[in-house]
């Protein structure tokens, strides 16, 4: 599949772990906040989302948590698996503005 | 429902070719956005479009162009390629723009030799 990247930071964890990945994004003034999946071969998908008037958002299996005061994003996926190995994106956006990306986090999760 | 498509999904172009390349969104997504992806420089926006106006755009050369029609597909077009133009472009669709989820398709991953 295609390399989304060659020089990307790696997280390693073992199944059942907790994985926690950071994101310190660029523009104080944006206010929506989005964590994408990319496996290889494929586009980004959807994680999780957060808007921010917000500190904290839950989904299954992930939590999303905002500093506006450091401009810090993180992560938090909960009971780690082999199938969440994948390169992890952050992206925020200002209203109708384009989506800027962060520059990804590989997880690997062994078994 | 059926997700965003591309195509081709794989192109072979060289220097001062160009090429056009194609995205379908989600059915009921006016909004289509274009980003370039390599493993130097990332994920970098290029251009979205909203009822076939171009909202925003990158920072990319006059090169890169777009278009969409008014049945939301939309088409992008890099004219006189360059070897490094060669990179996966991806199409994401959504109902309003960047400002919500965004739906990604599979990209294209143009060669330029």
């Known amino acids: 599949g295609e390399s989304v990247g060659l020089h990307l930071p790696t997280l390693s964890v073992q199944e059942g772990d907790n994985s926690i990945i950071n994101c310190a994004y660029s523009?104080?003034?944006?206010?929506?906040f989005i964590w994408y999946k990319q496996e290889s071969g494929k586009g980004p998908q959807f994680i999780i989302d957060i808007r921010s008037n917000m500190d904290k958002r839950q989904g299954q299996r992930v939590t999303v948590l905002l500093n506006k005061t450091v401009k810090h994003l993180s992560l938090q996926i909960a009971a780690t698996q082999p199938g969440d190995s994948a390169v992890y994106f952050c992206a925020e956006t200002l209203g109708f503005q384009k989506l800027v990306f962060g520059t990804g986090t590989r997880l690997l999760v062994s078994p | 429902k059926a997700g965003v498509t591309q195509t081709p999904r794989y192109l072979i172009k060289t220097r001062g070719q160009q090429v056009t390349l194609s995205c379908s969104p989600i059915s009921g997504h006016r909004s289509v956005s274009w980003y370039q992806q390599t493993p130097g420089q990332g994920l970098q926006f290029l251009f979205e479009?909203?009822?076939?106006?171009?909202?925003n755009k990158g920072n990319f050369p006059g090169r890169f162009s777009g278009r969409q029609f008014s049945n939301s597909r939309s088409e992008m077009n890099v004219s006189t390629l360059e070897l490094g133009d060669s990179a996966l472009y991806l199409c994401?669709?959504?109902?309003?723009?960047?400002?919500?989820?965004?739906?990604f398709g599979p990209g294209t991953r143009l060669t330029v030799l």
């Open positions: 479009y909203f009822s076939e106006t171009q909202r």
């Open positions: 994401a669709s959504s109902l309003r723009g960047p400002d919500n989820e965004q739906f």
């Open positions: 523009n104080s003034a944006s206010d929506y």
